[in-house]
Structures are given as C-alpha cells and as structure tokens.
C-alpha cells in the first residue's frame, strides 16, 4: 500500500452568546451576517459538493470531498451547522459511511469538545473534553470514534492516557512533537532521540502513555502540509496533484504521506481551495499506483513496528511548545505586536478554573451523587435535552425544586467553565479582538452562576486582568475591556424583558432567544405597563420584574425596569437585526421618492432618450433603480420576463444606472427557484439570466451550477432549452473529460 491521507481540521469556536445560546450578528464578518455563516457558504458546504471543471472552464465533476479525505468536526462547530445547515452535516455523515463502506474504517474523527490546550487544563478538565467530544461523535455519526484531534496538537502524558482511557487509539502530531523512538517492546536501552528531520513520519507508531494503556500516532509531512496550507498549490488542481503524487512515489511502498491543515484552508482561506482539492482527489482516486486512506486503514496493513516517546507541552502552531497561550513567546498572526496580555489572561482565567471548581465540588455535591461523573456526563443532557431524566439519575435522592435549580446552575457553571478555556482567546494578536472577548464572556456568564451559587469572583477575575494590556491606541487594559465589552453582554432578568416589551411596543414578537417572557397585560397605545415573568432557559431559574416601556410618537422608545433604564440601543444583536430588517421595509418608501421625482420629468425624459446623450450620474441612478424595481416585481409576481429583457438592455444601453448588489440578490434567489422545478422551468431560468446580462449584473453561477448538475449533466439533456441552460450556465456534457 501506498496510502496517502488528506486530513482537515475544521473548527469555529463556540461563538454562541453564553447566556442567549445563539450566534449574534458579527459586523466583522460582513457582509455575510456572522463568520459561522461566512465560513460555511466559503468552505463547509461547498468541499461537499465541489465543482471540477473541464479543460474549456465547464463544470464536468462534482466531489464531495469528505468522502476522500481524512476529516474532524469542532462540536461547538457541528451543534451550530445541524440547525443552520444541515445539508453540510449530512454530507459529512455520508462521506463517513462511504468510506467505511469502501475501506472498512471513517474517514471522521473526534474533537476534544471545547477546544482548550489540553496540556494548560487540569486532568480532570482534560478528561471530560475528552469524553464530551467522543460522545458528540457518536451522537453525529453512529458510531465510536477511531482518532480524535488534540486541539493545535498539544500533547502531553496526560492527554494520551485520557485518549486510551477512553477507547480512542488514534491521534494526529507534528514530527518535532516526537522526542525519541525504539522498536515496540525493545529494551530501555533501544531508545534513540529523534527530530522533525530524523523522524519517518511515513509510518505509524505506537505510544504507552501509561501501564497498559496505548495510543497510536501518525505524523504529518509538515514540509507538504506547509505547502499546500500557505503555498500557491491550492491554486491549480494539475499542479496539486503532480506535488503529491511525487510526495507518494518517493515514499516508496508500504507508506503513508500525512497531509494535515485547518479546513478552512480549502475555500476560506484560500478561496475556491475546494475546487483544486476536488480535481486531485477525483484524479488520484483513479490512480492505481495511490490510496487515498486514513491512519485506520493503514494501520490493518501496516500496524506501528516502533513506539514513541512524545516532547511534553508541544503544539503544531508554537514551536516553543503550549508558551503561544500563556507568554509571550513572539509568535502571532500578523505583524509585529506585543503579546505580553497573554500571560494575565492565562493567570486569570487558571484562578478563577481552580475557584470555579472548588464551588462545583462543594455545591454540586450537596446535589448530585457524583458530581464530576455527573459533568462527564451532561453531554447527553446537552445533546438530547431531557433535563428532568439526567436529573433523576444523576440527583442525590429526590430533588427539591431548589435543588433542581442548584444542580442546573452547577452543571451550567461546570460546561462556561470548560468554554472560557478556549484556545482562541490566546491565539491572535490583541486582546480586544473577538476571540478573547468570547473567553471573558463565558467567564462572566460562569461568574454570574458561582454568585447564585453563593460566591462571586468578579472582582478577583477583574483585578488579575489588570495588567494586561491591548495594543491599539489609548492601550485598555484588560479589567476596562471586562467592564466596557463583556458586562454589556449579560442577559439580566431587566434587560431580557425590557428587550421583550420594546420589541413588542415596535410591533414585533416579545421574543429573547434561551428565555421565555410572559407580561401580566398588553401594550395600550404607545405605552406598555405590566409584571414580566423571565424564565432562564439553561437553568430554569424564573424572575419577576416590573416593566414600563414607552414609545412617544416622535421620541425614542424607553423601557424602565425598576431603575434601571433601557433603550433599542440595549436590544441584543438578534433583537436589532429584526428591528434593522423591519426598517429597511418601511424605508421602501424611498423608492416611492423616487418614483415621485420621475414623475415630474418622465415626458421631457422620454423624449430626449430618443436621442444619443450621455445620462446625468443622478438621473442615471433614477432609471436604473426603477428598472431594478420593474425586475424585482416581475420576479415576485411571477410576470412574464421575456417583454423585459429588450427594453432593460436598451434602457442599460443609454446610461441607466442599475444597483447591482440590491438586484444581483434578487435575481439569484428567482435563478435558484426556477432551478429547484427543472426541467419544467427551464426557460424561465434562461431568461433570468438574460436579464441579468441585460442589466449589466453578474452572478455567481457556482451555487447554480451545483443545484442543476444533476439534471443538465445528462448528454441529451432533453430538448434544446435545457442544452442551451446547461451552456450558459458552464454545465459539460456527460462525454466531456475532465482535466
């Protein structure tokens, strides 16, 4: 065998709002409206239907490359993608069963769950990351997993025996992770000391973290990973695959080539990435000479011959070890900056880990029989939802209905905790940037609980912050960034039903995702008086609090809760955006100025464009925008198109400004309706696309071209309407090879 393994590494951290439990929109993420969103629509979803093109540019292939390759799911990553796309998620549990059909073996492997470097975390921390990412696992794909990822490779004794206690036999490392190797049960004499240049990362080995306990490891090409992670090969597929095919042929046989990089590499960060793995995956697979397998498969062959002894405290992205996420090592992502926050941040949330888990010991034993099995555990509860059935098995005797909410609150504490461990926080290079801020949120959210709890921390985690410093301009330190960023966050009993009555005073549904509100009366007129019951979804907990909102009519709508006082600006990010979304309806009225301002003119218009001359920039607009709203309107009424195509390319002809953007999502979102009917609407998609061509509009036909593969790859694609879709839209007949 000659094997060679493409693995992916994809994760996103738990970008969730730690008390809402839902994704807010991110404005650095635009212009989709958050990067789990982003990333997805740039890489997730299209590796699972990833276009090959022929030699004239024509889509001929379509690969979904999880099938071929070698691949991890982040859960945090997976719990958002089941809801928001579950295409991709079916996907990756196709490709899995496929390639145990083909090989006997998943190309899936686990995650430890909340991504935390595993050699900073206490053991006992490390073994429920562990336990929870294997039981997301088998909750996605049915199965036990065979290999899990460490988060950024970082290895120690400790997370090896964790992976062997719980039945996981393979893991993935960098080769200067390795310190010295001998033959498997050799003498203490046969070991010899090896480096990232001595080491053979063609074959597996095998590593005794502890009596009786095992581990096999493969070990990435790091020169090829480095390659195709952040060289010019990702941009052409001939060129990918002649670098690995020579990768393989000088490995020789009974070998393995490990290719190992962050997914996202494929699509995100290198843009269209999928397309060139989807040519080398659909090529190699038809050569004879290679094997697209993973670390399992090989392994039935060729089962590790040499054992490892691995470097402590070692990583794949800081070749001074785990120091990237707790000093100041140098190491970042950008140009040069300061990372002397790093080692405060660390020093905190460590402090406030031992603190919180000192109070879970003590409150979650009044409660829970055993309370550290019992947080091994919580997956399931997380996964399937059945509190009162986790705590009937999990209670110490039967549960009072204050002890029911003690337990949930432990159990809420225990899973922030784990969270606020993520190893985002310390990755990049400024405190204030989005990840670090993500940590300090699930701290606060976990401060918050240890105060129900009967404890609060804040004021420890806040001073212990202090000294580290961001790097931007005016130098906030970390205690102003808690107090300014992280505290605006919380989900108090006043500001969840504030949040509810001023949406329902606008008109909108008194809805806050993770709680439920119920007013004791209705809003009259512009003013709304009433109890608000708030129930905490996570926990259970319920608050009473008096609300009176107001919406003078030509004033800013107020809300006060007892005495404190909120506003739309103190809406949560979910909240605005249906608020922002309503607004853009009502201000359609700018299109009747519009209309109004052409009114006056449309005579002395009419005639002078009979005429050749140069339309004014603002009258130009003018036209253009009607004739967009001409488009739109045919669309959504279902109006014959055809009569629009001519007078759209004249009135483009002469001037007419069209607003691309606004008209390029409107006439995509009509191409993939009139493609979901193929062939019966095939017509109708031609003549989108003849309007957007008369306008002067270009689409990205990628998402098109997925949807009608099926349908216009035939090689007489039923009539010459169809052939001519499947033309314009780059579609290669079934006799086209592909190259």
């Known amino acids: 065998m000659r094997a060679l393994c493409l693995h992916g590494h994809f994760y996103q951290p738990p970008r969730e709002h730690p008390w809402l439990g839902v994704v807010e929109p991110e404005v650095s993420a635009a212009p989709a409206r958050d990067w789990n969103t982003r990333i997805t629509a740039e890489c997730y979803a299209p590796n699972a239907a990833a276009r090959v093109l022929d030699a004239h540019g024509r889509l001929s292939d379509l690969v979904n490359t999880y099938e071929w390759t070698g691949f991890d799911f982040g859960p945090t990553l997976l719990n958002w993608l089941a809801p928001h796309a579950p295409g991709v998620l079916h996907a990756l549990r196709h490709a899995d069963a496929a390639s145990r059909t083909r090989s006997g073996h998943g190309n899936a492997w686990a995650q430890a769950y909340g991504h935390a470097i595993l050699p900073l975390s206490t053991p006992r921390d490390v073994r429920t990351q562990v336990r929870w990412g294997k039981r997301d696992f088998e909750r996605r794909f049915g199965r036990s997993p065979e290999g899990m990822w460490l988060p950024e490779m970082a290895v120690d004794r400790t997370t090896l025996t964790a992976l062997a206690e719980a039945g996981i036999s393979l893991t993935m490392l960098a080769p200067h992770q390795a310190r010295r190797i001998r033959p498997v049960g050799a003498s203490e ?49 001939a060129a990918l695959v002649a670098r690995l095919r020579a990768a393989v042929a000088a490995a020789g046989d009974g070998t393995i080539v490990t290719v190992a990089v962050d997914g996202e590499t494929y699509g995100h960060h290198h843009p269209f990435g999928e397309m060139a793995l989807a040519f080398a995956l659909s090529t190699l697979a038809a050569d004879r000479e290679i094997t697209l397998a993973g670390p399992a498969t090989f392994r039935v062959r060729h089962p590790p011959t040499l054992e490892v002894e691995i470097a402590q405290g070692t990583s794949w992205s800081c070749p001074h070890g785990v120091e990237r996420w707790r000093e100041d090592c140098g190491c970042g992502v950008g140009p040069p900056a300061s990372h002397a926050w790093r080692a405060p941040l660390r020093q905190a949330i460590d402090w406030l880990r031992d603190e919180l888990a000192d109070l879970y010991t003590v409150r979650g034993g009044e409660v829970l029989r055993d309370p550290w099995g019992a947080r091994d555990r919580y997956i399931d509860c997380l996964l399937d939802g059945r509190v009162a059935e986790f705590l009937a098995a999990e209670g110490a005797g039967d549960l009072s209905a204050s002890a029911v909410l003690q337990a949930r609150r432990a159990l809420e504490l225990a899973r922030h905790a784990l969270f606020m461990q993520t190893s985002c926080g310390w990755f990049f290079d400024e405190l204030t940037g989005v990840e670090p801020v993500l940590v300090l949120r699930h701290a606060a959210r976990a401060i918050e609980l240890a105060r129900n709890l009967g404890r609060d921390y804040e004021d420890g985690l806040v001073a212990r912050l202090a000294p580290a410093r961001s790097n931007l301009a005016g130098r ?126 449309r005579p002395l218009v009419d005639q002078l464009l009979v005429a050749e001359c140069p339309l004014p920039a603002g009258l130009a607009e003018l036209l253009g925008w009607e004739g967009a709203e001409q488009i739109a309107a045919a669309l959504d009424q ?102």
């Not at 993770?514 to 009366?521: C, L, M, P």
């Not at 909240?575 to 003119?601: I, K, N, P, S, Y």
């Not at 998402?703 to 499947?726: E, I, K, N, Y």
Request: contains cysteine.
């Open 189 to 237: 004499g046969a070991w010899r000391p090896v480096d990232a240049q001595a080491l053979d990362t063609k074959q597996l080995y095998r590593c005794f973290p502890a009596p009786g306990l095992a581990v096999d490891v493969v070990f990435r090409e790091a020169g090829l990973s480095e390659e195709v992670a952040f060289g010019p090969l990702l941009r052409d597929g």
């Open 476 to 601: 906030e330190n970390g205690a102003d960034l808690y107090r300014r960023v992280v505290l605006r966050a919380r989900a108090t009993p006043g500001r969840v039903a504030a949040t509810a009555a001023m949406m329902q005073l606008i008109g909108h549904p008194p809805e806050v995702p993770g709680y439920t509100v119920r007013f004791s009366g209705r809003p009259a007129a512009e003013r709304f008086v009433a109890d608000a019951e708030v129930t905490e979804g996570a926990t259970g907990a319920v608050a009473t609090v008096p609300v009176v909102a107001e919406r003078p009519p030509r004033g800013a709508v107020v809300c006060r809760v007892g005495e404190a006082r909120f506003e739309l600006a103190d809406l949560f990010g979910g909240q605005r955006e249906r608020a922002l979304a309503a607004l853009e309806e009502q201000a359609a009225t700018a299109g009747d100025t519009r209309r109004t301002a052409l009114v006056g003119v």
């Open 638 to 739: 279902a109006a014959p198109l055809a009569p629009l195509v001519p007078g759209v390319a004249e009135l483009r002809r002469k001037g007419a400004s069209f607003p691309a953007e606004w008209l390029a999502r409107r006439l995509a979102a009509a191409l993939e309706t009139r493609l979901a009917t193929l062939p019966k609407a095939a017509g109708e998609a031609l003549l989108v696309l003849d309007l957007a061509a008369a306008a002067g509009v270009r689409l990205d036909l990628g998402p098109a071209q997925v949807q009608a593969f099926a349908v216009l790859r035939q090689d007489s694609p039923g009539g010459p309407t169809l052939a001519a879709l499947r033309e314009r839209l780059g579609i290669a007949p079934v006799t086209t090879a592909h190259s």
